[in-house]
C-alpha cells in the first residue's frame, strides 16, 4: 500500500460516495444507498442473500442477518502481542 499516497489524497477518493450519504432524505434513498453500497463490496448492518433452505435442502429461500459493524473480536484489543 502506498501510504505516502493515501495521506496526500486524504478523502477525496471517497467523496462520490460520502456525498452519496449526505443526499439521503428519505427511507428509499437510504434503500437505495445501502444496495448500491452492497453492490461494490461496503458493508451495511444487515444482509440478505438466497440460498438453499438448511430445513428442506430442495428449495431455495431468502434470509436476512446482522452483518454487525465488522470489528475484531474482543480479544484483538487486549492481546499484548506486537
Same mark, same amino acid.
Given at each position: !500500500? ?5 495521506? @496526500? ?5 471517497? &467523496? &462520490? &460516495?460520502?456525498?452519496?450519504? $449526505?443526499?439521503?432524505?428519505?427511507? &428509499? $434513498?437510504? @434503500? +437505495?444507498? !445501502?444496495?448500491?453500497? @452492497? ?13 438453499? $433452505?438448511? +430445513? @428442506?435442502?430442495? /428449495? ?13 473480536? /474482543?480479544?484483538?484489543?487486549?492481546? +499484548? $502481542? +506486537?
Amino acid at each position: !500500500m502506498d501510504s505516502a499516497l493515501c495521506d @496526500q489524497l486524504g478523502l477525496k477518493p471517497l &467523496e &462520490e &460516495e460520502l456525498q452519496k450519504i $449526505d443526499a439521503v432524505q428519505s427511507r &428509499e $434513498d437510504l @434503500q +437505495k444507498l !445501502m444496495s448500491h453500497f @452492497q453492490t461494490i463490496g461496503i458493508s451495511i448492518p444487515f444482509a440478505y442473500f438466497i440460498n438453499q $433452505d438448511q +430445513k @428442506q435442502s430442495d /428449495r431455495y429461500i431468502g434470509y436476512l442477518y446482522q452483518s454487525g459493524i465488522n470489528l475484531p473480536d /474482543r480479544d484483538y484489543y487486549f492481546n +499484548k $502481542d +506486537k
